[in-house]
């Protein structure tokens, strides 16, 4: 059974249709998505009513995604200290997500976990440990040891950080970090996802890299008008950082 695994979609609808073009050109036999369906991207509503209509889909709640659905004055706060152009973001989203789709968001599961063919399988969106937590590359082992701990899954499939990465435990766990489709933070910025293969209790992982019309989906970014859109515009076009 070959299913995609996607996360961090950030509203980029551009992205989302590339993926879920090559999704079935791998034909791919279902989907999981890890969650951050739209802050900080160029079309919320559009992402969000898109992943409501997938009835197939197994999808979690990303940090994001939580912070949408529990929008107030803390979270506010939170955002005009840390990053304020995120803080302008969620503001605007806000005001164009509607009552359903934070309802959505809000009723996503944080994780999950489940057996496919056999094998073992926890989805998160950060870590096992916090949903905003970093699974990044050239980690030492032991703190991905460490941010797993107490789980038993074969395979924990986790997204967050918009950089694609992996690691085999020396408990014999797979950790896999898929990409973001939405906010690609890697040299070349083509939306990233995984597919995992599974098969005889057994499972084999590839990151696919799609490219996609990021000059368009920059330009809607940018045309959202709030202060800091035209920097999250450029991340778009010139990834050099995940927060801003």
């Not at 279902?30 to 900080?40: E, P, Q, R, T």
Request: proline share 6%; with cysteine.
């Amino acid at each position: 059974m070959k299913v995609a695994v996607l996360s961090d979609l950030h509203a980029n609808v551009q992205a989302l249709e590339a993926v879920m073009s090559d999704v079935v050109a791998q034909k791919c036999e279902h989907v999981f998505c890890l969650g951050d369906l739209a802050l900080a991207g160029p079309q919320p509503k559009e992402v969000v009513e898109y992943v409501m209509d997938q009835d197939s889909w197994t999808i979690i709640q990303g940090n994001t995604d939580k912070m949408i659905a529990q929008y107030g004055p803390e979270v506010a706060t939170f955002l005009e200290e840390q990053y304020p152009v995120m803080a302008n973001a969620i503001a605007d989203d806000i005001s164009i997500l509607r009552d359903k789709h934070r309802a959505f968001l809000n009723n996503l599961p944080p994780m999950l976990a489940f057996d496919v063919e056999g094998c073992s399988v926890l989805l998160v969106h950060g870590s096992p440990r916090a949903n905003n937590e970093d699974i990044l590359p050239d980690m030492p082992l032991d703190k991905i040891e460490e941010m797993i701990a107490g789980t038993t899954a074969s395979l924990i499939l986790c997204g967050h950080t918009h950089i694609p990465c992996g690691y085999q435990t020396r408990t014999n766990q797979t950790v896999v970090n898929v990409g973001s489709v939405g906010r690609p933070m890697t040299p070349k910025p083509k939306a990233c996802y995984a597919i995992v293969d599974f098969k005889n209790s057994s499972f084999e992982v590839t990151h696919r890299f799609v490219e996609y019309n990021n000059v368009k989906a920059a330009k809607i970014m940018s045309e959202r008008g709030f202060v800091g859109a035209d920097r999250l515009a450029d991340l778009l076009l010139n990834p050099v950082e995940r927060h801003v």
